[in-house]
């Protein structure tokens, strides 16, 4: 049985950080592609960063313009995912998805994740 869970999430003013990170159960990270995606008020989810094949292959939406970056620690099955930057814009529900690496399937697609945690709320003022 798969789980992620979301953590890190909460309030902060426009230029500074959060740092979310999303534990997995049942669930190999190091062999599985991991992702955020984020979900603001009447609009659809739409990807925010990958990692897959041990860390070694990441992408990013190109929203992100280098204020995010997204980690893996295999030993402790977390994928972080450090903001920087952060914009009023980037106010969202942020999700963690885990998926096959399959080489046909976008790593910024909702569509190429199996299983999803529960969520956590990020709000930039």
């Known amino acids: 049985h798969v789980q992620l869970v979301e953590s890190g999430g909460g309030s902060v003013q426009a230029g500074g950080s959060l740092r979310l990170c999303c534990t997995a159960s049942g669930y190999t990270v190091s062999v599985k592609r991991t992702a955020w995606f984020r979900q603001a008020p009447g609009k659809e989810r739409e990807g925010v960063a990958a990692?897959?094949?041990?860390?070694?292959?990441?992408s990013y939406a190109d929203f992100v313009q280098g204020r995010f970056t997204i980690s893996q620690d295999s030993v402790k099955t977390t994928v972080c995912l450090q903001m920087n930057n952060l914009k009023p814009e980037d106010t969202a529900v942020y999700y963690c998805a885990g998926g096959r690496p399959l080489w046909d399937a976008s790593p910024l697609a909702p569509s190429s994740y199996d299983d999803w945690g529960q969520g956590t709320q990020v709000t930039v003022s």
């Open positions: 990692i897959w094949y041990g860390g070694s292959s990441t």
